[in-house]
């Protein structure tokens, strides 16, 4: 039984990181052949799709997994003894995979060539702040929503106002960064550019859950969790 709780948590992340990433590429090929050129048309009708799958996703997902989609978002419930480091482990490991499987298929969908390399140049003190900036607001709102049910308008509503205010336009992810780098479209991201992005990523996510300690100090703290209480949701998200 304790087996089959732990697949169906690690096939829920695996299986929501590829749908958004699916979402992420696919909708911006979408909008950029339907904007005739108006980057910021193309920008809006992105945001959009993104912003509503991941209060999909979250809502039918947080459930079983707790729906991170996101490498940082698990380093975090980890080091507050949410999540024990063999599930983060685990989720990293289908949550990478599932967002590069969510490019293939976003390709697909669109009749391009399933591997491609960005050409996007993505890179720059301003862009890394903005990545620190993105994931360290997401974790904030991991942490800090009060009901499960806060989650999936929180954490979109969050990353869809990142994308414009952010000069990356909101990443966030660490997995979307390296799936989105495999696409040469509007979402790209240059390999070059993704350890930078990464970095700053962990640490906007690392100042974000040491501020929570100050910010949140009144909430019961979470106990360490065990193996079978690992298989159990978290009630939090996160993006692309």
């Avoid at 991941?54 to 079983?64: A, Q």
């Avoid at 599930?87 to 990293?92: G, K």
């Avoid at 780098?181 to 550019?193: E, H, K, M, Q, V």
Wanted: contains cysteine; charged residues 10%.
């Amino acid at each position: 039984m304790a087996t089959r709780a732990a697949s169906s948590t690690l096939l829920s992340e695996g299986l929501g990181s590829a749908l958004l990433a699916a979402t992420v590429i696919g909708s911006g090929v979408m909008a950029e052949r339907l904007a005739a050129g108006n980057t910021a048309v193309a920008l809006l009708a992105n945001t959009g799709a993104t912003v509503a799958v991941l209060g999909v996703l979250i809502g039918l997902l947080g459930p079983v997994s707790g729906a991170h989609f996101n490498p940082a978002v698990s380093l975090v419930q980890a080091l507050r003894g949410a999540l024990t480091w063999q599930r983060t482990l685990a989720y990293v490991l289908v949550q990478i995979p599932g967002c590069c499987a969510g490019a293939l298929l976003a390709h697909a969908m669109f009749d391009l060539p399933l591997l491609q390399s960005s050409l996007h140049a993505r890179t720059g003190l301003g862009q890394w702040l903005a990545e620190g900036i993105a994931t360290g607001g997401l974790v904030l709102v991991v942490v800090g929503h009060r009901r499960p049910q806060d989650a999936p308008w929180m954490v979109a509503g969050w990353i869809g106002a990142a994308y414009w205010f952010t000069a990356s336009t909101s990443f966030a992810n660490p997995a979307i960064t390296i799936a989105r780098s495999l696409s040469n479209t509007f979402a790209g991201i240059r390999p070059a550019d993704v350890p930078g992005f990464i970095a700053a990523q962990i640490a906007g996510a690392l100042l974000a859950l040491w501020l929570s300690r100050y910010l949140f100090s009144s909430r019961a703290k979470p106990s360490p969790a065990s193996e079978s209480q690992a298989t159990q949701p978290t009630p939090a998200s996160q993006r692309t």
